[in-house]
């Protein structure tokens, strides 16, 4: 205990800098900030110890980054002399990763065929499309994943469909299938999509509902989901500021 004590003493300025730019990458709760700054060495250490060490996750995931772009250099080369479906799409899956979704996209199209009975490069097709803002595209990339398995990639497929028809002027439509899918399904991005669809349609009550239903499920949340969560919580928390106050 008594060089736990030390070590915070000695440390707690670099250990308070730690927590403080974490908190600044992150935005955990704001009560943390407190924590930071009157805690001192010791409170920034439950900081870290709390919010920072099982980001650590997190950054191994992001380590992958070296070796996925190894192999995208591989399968550019392999494509030159091979270039089967099969490159393609896992070419593709890695510029997604990457988030380059214009050559995702190219690269999805080149691997997709009149005899292609696979749902998913059209799915994934369809879902860089909305990424470059192409609604009409993802519309008909989603619509024939869809028809096929309306419950595909639990339920996102005919969430991002909706979306695309909202974003295409088919209300009806992304109403109806909005409402089909929040039935069952509680994906965040569903849930803020359905949210951004209403507040188009100047529907703020119903808007506030779905974005608070994003930020209803934080508190019983475990933790690593809520760092999974984190930007649609802040997408939502920013959606209801934007939103007219309630009367």
């Known amino acids: 205990m008594g060089a736990l004590i030390q070590f915070v003493y000695s440390w707690g300025i670099l250990l308070q800098a730690l927590a403080i730019v974490h908190f600044i990458r992150r935005r955990p709760d704001s009560f943390w900030l407190w924590i930071i700054i009157f805690g001192g060495g010791l409170g920034a250490l439950v900081y870290i110890a709390v919010e920072a060490l099982p980001d650590l996750g997190l950054l191994r995931q992001s380590l992958k980054v070296f070796p996925r772009r190894r192999r995208i250099g591989e399968l550019e080369s392999a494509i030159r002399d091979n270039p089967s479906a099969g490159n393609y799409e896992e070419l593709a ?28 490069p059209f799915y994934r097709r ?25 419950r595909y990639d639990f339920h996102r497929a005919a969430g991002l469909l909706a979306h695309a028809y909202a974003n295409t002027a088919r209300p009806e439509e992304a109403e109806r299938l909005f409402r089909e899918v929040t039935a069952t399904s509680t994906l965040s991005e569903i849930y803020y999509n359905y949210a951004l669809y209403l507040a188009m349609q100047h529907r703020s009550e119903e808007a506030r509902h779905w974005a608070g239903q994003i930020l209803d499920k934080k508190p019983t949340m475990p933790g690593y989901l809520r760092r999974r969560e984190h930007s649609w919580f802040r997408k939502a928390k920013a959606l209801l500021k934007r939103l007219p106050q309630r009367a």
């Open 93 to 120: 899956d890695l510029y997604m990763e990457e988030g380059k979704f214009d050559r995702a996209r190219a690269c999805y199209t080149r691997s997709i065929s009149s005899r292609t009975d696979s749902l998913d």
């Open 126 to 150: 369809g879902m860089c499309e909305i990424q470059l803002q192409d609604f009409p595209a993802a519309v008909e990339d989603l619509e024939r994943v869809v028809a096929k398995d309306r």
